[in-house]
């Protein structure tokens, strides 16, 4: 019978070994200073923003727990190869990974370059897979592991009124590919989960908001039903349960956190 310490434990990430990509902002700083708030040490891989994640980094470490950059890109097979191997040599194993690295091309269907749609396919759903593959085998050798692949809201609806068919694609993908890696990978002790955010305040809303405001108010808040868009900090509970062994008998799931949008 469960005491009253193990359901205190039950969130407890100490020792855990995350990576987290796209980790320098938005989502993904939020969601890696929620691990690192629980215990977990965490790897912050970039493409680009180096400065930015060496200051999280600095950040985590306060904390006590370990925690350095990467710069990799997520779409490149041999970079993603060459930074799961820097994670191992440093840690040894990889408990917890964040496919959280993703972009956004708006145009409308007849206007969207194929350019434009192979590079959203190329970051939001083969970086997905190629990461998961990745740190996958090295999960199936430990035969324990956790991913938590950041998916949209858009991959369930046509989202209003901006355009960009590439990413809904590219993010329903990513939740069909979660479900088929929590299918195979189940029988090696690995739980594979998806998070569908709605409308969350980022560097990149607040962009939004400045050139369309009646966008962010009318459309986004307005179309859920908690009248609102969330905030990152509204992310970190769903993905510290889905890290931990709160979650342990979990897979296959995508969390829509949206305030309720998708249901009208």
Known sequence: MSGTKTYRDIFNLKGRKAIVTGGSRGIGKGLAEALAAHG????????????????????????????????????????VK???????????????????????????????????WRQTMAVNLDGVFLTSQAVGRQMIKQKSGSIINIGSMSGRIVNWPFRHAA?????????????????????????????????????????????????????????????????????????????SGASSFTTGEIVTVDGGLTLR
Not at 68 to 76: H, P, T
Not at 88 to 103: H, K, P, Q
């Open 40 to 79: 977990a040490d965490v790897a912050i891989v970039v493409k680009s923003s180096m400065d930015r994640a060496e200051t999280l980094v600095d950040e985590l470490k306060v904390s006590g727990v370990d925690s350095f950059a990467i710069k990799a890109d997520v779409a490149d097979e041999d970079d």
């Open 82 to 116: 060459r930074m799961v191997q820097t994670v191992v040599d440093r840690w040894g194993r990889i408990d917890i990974l964040v496919n959280n690295a993703g972009i956004v091309l708006p145009a409308n269907a007849e206007d969207c370059t194929l350019d434009s």
């Open 167 to 243: 990413y809904n694609v590219s993010k329903a993908g990513v939740h069909m590919l979660t479900k088929c890696l929590a299918t195979e990978w189940a029988e090696h002790g690995i739980r594979v989960n998806a998070i569908a955010p709605g409308y969350i305040m980022t560097e990149l809303t607040d962009e939004v908001l400045k050139e369309h405001p009646t966008v962010v108010s009318e459309h986004w808040a307005k179309g859920a039903v908690q009248n609102r868009i969330g905030t990152v900090e509204e992310l970190a509970g769903v993905t510290i349960y889905l890290a």
